[in-house]
Each structure stands twice: as structure tokens, then as C-alpha cells.
């Protein structure tokens, strides 16, 4: 079994900045890419970033030029930086790995974690 942690989350005002993090662990062979959806109330879940094991990235539009996205692939985590936050970027932000366990190392599965809360006050 993979577990995602998410951690940072809160209550900024708008135009702060906060940074979003997640640790995978667990039985893993290996983790292909990761990436950060968000929900907010009333609404479909979205896809907010995501980045290959090489580093390649993809924005949802509404975030271009204000998020980043890394990782550490050493350390199995993802980050989310966020800069410009508006109100509209409220939501419940979900980590998301495509991983391997070491028993199937063949075989890919979605993970995800628990959520953490970004509340943007404006």
C-alpha cells in the first residue's frame, strides 16, 4: 500500500502565498507521475498541476504563472508552491501518485491522499 500525506494548507489572504507538500511511503517500487487536483464546494474535483518522474509539468490555465510544481524523487515527495492566491483558489487541495508496489513492480495504481484545506480570504 502507498500513503500520501499532505501538509501547508490554511488560511491566507489573498494574494499570499502558501506551499503545499506531500510525502509518499509505504511499499513503493516506484512512483511514475504526481500531481495536485483540487475540489471546491459544489464542484467537480480539477487537476491543478501535474509532473513526470523526468520533471515535465502541466498547468490547469487558471493557475499558469502563479503555481509551481515540483518534486524529489529521492524523498517521494511532490510539492505545491502557490503565489497570487485568490478566492477562487479555495478548495480542499488532494495529492495524487501513479506508484508501483515493491510486490508488483510491473503494475501502476492511482494513489491518493487525505486533502488539506486552502482557504483564500479576500
Known amino acids: 500500500q502507498v500513503q500520501l500525506v499532505e501538509s501547508g494548507g490554511g488560511l491566507v489572504q489573498s494574494g499570499g502565498s502558501l506551499r503545499l507538500s506531500c510525502a509518499a511511503s509505504?511499499?513503493?517500487?516506484?512512483?511514475?507521475?504526481m500531481a495536485w487536483y483540487r475540489q471546491a464546494p459544489g464542484k467537480q474535483r480539477e487537476l491543478v498541476a501535474d509532473i513526470t518522474r523526468g520533471g515535465s509539468t502541466n498547468y490547469a490555465d487558471s493557475v499558469k504563472g502563479r503555481f509551481t510544481i515540483s518534486r524529489d524523487n529521492v524523498k517521494n515527495t511532490v510539492y505545491l508552491q502557490m503565489n497570487r492566491l485568490k478566492p477562487e483558489d479555495t478548495a480542499v487541495y488532494y495529492c495524487?501518485?501513479?506508484?508501483?508496489?515493491?510486490?508488483?513492480?510491473?503494475?501502476?495504481?492511482?494513489?491518493w491522499g487525505q486533502g488539506t484545506q486552502v482557504t483564500v480570504s479576500s
Open positions: 495524487n501518485a501513479e506508484a508501483a508496489l515493491t510486490f508488483s513492480p510491473g503494475t501502476y495504481s492511482s494513489w
Open positions: 509505504g511499499s513503493i517500487f516506484k512512483i511514475d507521475a
